[in-house]
């Protein structure tokens, strides 16, 4: 008589059989894989199958994927890569550049023209990869490395992009634009010191600027500086009278001087008399209540400037001073940034005011420094030609 009975539980019917070694199994013995019916021993070694096959087959994977990556870094990617990008109507014209390379890889013009489709086209990696084959092989070219860094800002890259502008600033630091290229994606990954000196930089090469001041401002404002955010607004008022009663500017004053920053209105009156014969309107300054020189009242300078010889007499520490390059009247100039706690004219008088410092020689002979930007749009003041008159006042409550 055949036995139904399980073969761990004798004394129980047997409801299935083992898919493997086919012993009789009942309910409390049953294990299912698939669909399928095993006993516990089988189960198991069903399981550790499974198992190491799918180790293996993540093993495969993983050196395959290590090959290629190998691969690729000597070879470079392969030609399959662009056919799968849809160029539309950039493919003809970048398949005829590419093909004209082969032969002259280091032809300036195409080289560009080539790159910039690959931009356009939106193929942001590629563009990167082909700028950095032309320039390793026929030198570093700018217009390049623009596109270089358009791309990686394009894929988020921001740290990448920061290496190609940083190279970009090295070649030519005297372009405005480049500064405040670095300065957004400084911002942009949270380094925002670092973005406040570059925006400085590039308002300093070009004091009208438009957008820039306001991002200047909104980033010392959110480190702590509210008061020095205010210059920025200012300067961009001075040079753009037009928007002075934006309501967007107006707002944006009243919000930082309500910051404890009234101190930052100059006070008082003073009027100035000046010679039409006069190459300069000199005035007599008084620096932190001790120090008095003679200055250059100045609208086209961004910063009161004075020389070195003048700031030791104020005591300032140069070698802690951060350097800026500074526009003037004879072309860019190389500064040193430092802060006086305070500058009077006639009575007028402006607390914590940003200041550069020039090597002796730079200014004149004939005066100690230029009464710019950064002392004057703390006042409204009009000049009376017909008079000779410049009349300096406090500014009125926003």
């Known amino acids: 008589m055949n036995n139904t009975h399980c073969h761990e539980h004798p004394n129980k019917e047997s409801t299935s059989t083992c898919h493997l070694c086919f012993k009789l199994l009942c309910g409390l013995c049953e294990r299912y894989k ?15 199958k499974n198992i190491f096959r799918k180790t293996l087959l993540i093993g495969l994977v993983i050196s395959a994927l290590a090959l290629a990556a190998f691969w690729i870094n000597k070879h470079g990617m392969p030609f399959q890569y662009k056919s799968l990008f849809q160029y539309g109507k950039y493919k003809q014209e970048i398949r005829d550049l590419e093909q004209y390379l082969e032969g002259e890889s280091c032809d300036r013009p195409k080289s560009i023209k080539y790159v910039e489709l690959l931009f356009k086209a939106g193929d942001y990696r590629e563009a990167i990869n082909k700028t950095n084959s032309i320039n390793a092989k026929c030198g570093i070219n700018d217009r390049l490395l623009w596109v270089s860094y358009s791309a990686h800002k394009k894929l988020s890259e921001y740290e990448s992009a920061i290496t190609v502008v940083s190279q970009i600033i090295a070649n030519d630091k005297y372009d405005m634009d480049y500064w405040w290229w670095r300065g957004e994606l ?21 004091p009208k600027m438009n957008s820039i001041p ?11 500086k509210p008061c020095e955010a205010i210059f920025p607004i200012e300067q961009f008022v001075f040079f753009n009278p037009k928007h002075r009663d934006d309501i967007d500017v107006t707002e944006r004053l009243s919000h930082l001087y309500s910051k404890d920053c009234a101190y930052v209105k100059g006070n008082d009156k003073a009027i100035i008399r000046f010679s039409s014969k006069s190459a300069g309107i000199r005035v007599t300054t008084q620096f932190n209540q001790k120090i008095t020189g003679r200055f250059i009242f100045d609208t086209g300078a961004s910063y009161v400037t004075i020389s070195e010889s ?12 951060r350097t800026i390059l500074v526009q003037t009247a004879g072309g860019i100039r190389t500064a040193k940034l430092a802060v006086v706690d305070e500058i009077e004219l006639q009575g007028l008088q402006a607390k914590h005011v940003e200041i550069a410092i020039m090597k002796d020689g730079l200014i004149g002979d004939k005066q100690d420094g230029l009464l710019g930007l950064s002392f004057i749009s703390r006042f409204n003041y009009t000049i009376d030609n017909n008079k ?9 409550a926003l």
């Open 310 to 321: 003048f700031s030791l007499l104020l005591g300032i520490d140069l070698s802690t001073a």
């Open 186 to 206: 400084y911002e942009l990954t949270g380094k925002n010191s670092l973005a406040i000196n570059d925006y400085r930089q590039a308002i300093s090469l070009y």
């Open 34 to 48: 698939d669909m399928e019916v095993f006993c516990h021993q089988c189960h198991i070694k069903k399981k550790r």
């Open 388 to 396: 000779h008159i410049i009349t300096i006042e406090k500014k009125s």
């Open 214 to 224: 306001f991002k200047l401002s909104d980033l010392l404002e959110k480190e702590g």
